[in-house]
């Protein structure tokens, strides 16, 4: 059975940091591309950023230059390094594992930038 769990959310003032993580169990972590997507309230799921099994990068262009992904193969890991934050940020924040027709999220892990 396939787990996501993200962990690292929380509530953080304008300009703060957040480091959430992502650890994977039930699949073969490093052939699949990882990725965050994020929800804001009365939002469609976006994406924030993607790495593939190859450790290519992509970002939306709201958060490029402020946040990093990066994976870590032999802890089945993600991460996503958010600097700089804004409110705008503000959104549940999901992990996704794809590979090929196999699509698996977790549950979601909430961040709130305010003051």
């Known amino acids: 059975q396939v787990h996501l769990v993200e962990s690292g959310g929380g509530l953080v003032q304008p300009g703060g940091s957040l480091t959430l993580s992502c650890a994977a169990s039930?699949?073969?972590?490093?052939?699949?591309?990882m990725g965050w997507y994020r929800q804001a309230p009365g939002k469609e799921r976006e994406l924030v950023a993607t790495t593939t099994s190859g450790d290519s990068t992509k970002y939306a262009d709201s958060v490029k230059g402020r946040f990093t992904i990066s994976r870590d193969n032999a802890k089945n890991t993600v991460y996503l390094q958010m600097n700089s934050l804004k409110p705008e940020d503000t959104a549940v924040y999901y992990c996704?594992?794809?590979?090929?027709?196999?699509?698996?999220w977790g549950q979601g892990t909430q961040v709130t930038v305010s003051s």
């Open positions: 996704n594992a794809r590979w090929f027709k196999y699509d698996y």
């Open positions: 039930g699949i073969i972590f490093s052939i699949y591309a």
